[in-house]
């Protein structure tokens, strides 16, 4: 793990989900954090995220979405509400996200594969009229996600802790959209190949905290694990912590249009 603070970008955390919050914004900026995207996944999880970077200005960045497993509870009205929160608060979001397509059988079952692409296509159509990048949940939907937002009028996009198959990377990789890496490639063989097949200039990184990582030893992450993103991909491609600090900071801020 990195000693030496670096200019980081936390892509992706749930940040209204962490336990004293306000101590995990101190640490990450202690690693060495300038910017922390939070994304929402609900109508509840969006105003919580609209709150913090409130309280939080310059260092958190909102990304206001409806995540796929939160389907399975919300009525036509209870997404056509959070469709509208996104749209009404469009102006202050750096992307729209988290969004997507998950095909885990579980999530199928409480949202048929039909049911999750009308929203994802609603949420894509808004983000490309809006010329907003989106974070995108792909979890066994690789090649339907990636089709999705190619289709859109989208032009940038991060598929985040990407796991697919490399045909689809390659065609990601190809128009110019990003992945972003996560701790799980300390151990997780399809994240690690991802992450090697990636350019640098095509990678992000990210905690996705609070998420549980590990295999022998589980623990739940916070944005200051970051820096294990950053071991991993410097390890991974063989280059110096410090260069993929100053290349995926550079995409992250180009991507969001962040100033830090």
Same mark, same amino acid.
């Given at each position: 793990m990195s000693t030496i603070a670096h200019n980081l970008v936390d892509s992706h955390a749930h940040l209204d989900e962490i336990e004293d919050v306000e101590r995990a914004i101190q640490e990450a900026k202690?690693?060495?954090v300038v910017a922390l995207i939070a994304v929402g996944q609900d109508y509840e999880s969006n105003l919580r995220v609209l709150e913090l970077s409130e309280k939080h200005k310059a260092f958190v960045f909102p990304a206001l979405g409806l995540h796929p497993g939160s389907l399975e509870s919300m009525s036509a009205a209870e997404i056509d509400r959070t469709m509208r929160l996104v749209e009404e608060n469009i102006e202050r979001t750096v992307a729209i996200g988290e969004i997507g397509l998950d095909y885990? @059988?579980?999530?199928? !079952?409480? !949202?048929d594969k039909e049911r999750q692409k009308e929203v994802f296509k609603a949420l894509l159509e808004l983000a490309g009229r809006y010329d907003k990048p989106v974070s995108v949940h792909s979890r066994y939907s690789w090649k339907d996600c990636f089709d999705l937002v @190619?289709?859109?009028a989208v032009e940038r996009a991060v598929f985040h802790w990407y796991t697919g198959f490399s045909s689809v990377l390659r065609e990601i990789i190809a128009e110019g959209y990003f992945i972003s890496a996560t701790p799980a490639g300390e151990y997780h063989d399809e994240h690690r190949r991802a992450?090697?097949?990636t350019p640098?200039?095509?990678l992000l990184l990210e905690t996705d905290s609070p998420v549980r990582y590990g295999r022998e030893t589980r623990y739940e992450s916070r944005p200051a694990d970051i820096v294990r993103s950053l071991g991993v991909v410097a390890q991974l491609k063989g280059l110096e912590e410090t260069v993929v600090a100053e290349q995926t900071t550079r995409n992250a801020t180009g991507l969001f249009g962040l100033t830090v």
């Open positions: 202690e690693v060495g885990h @059988k579980r999530v199928r !079952a409480a !949202a @190619k289709e859109s992450i090697r097949e640098l200039e095509n």
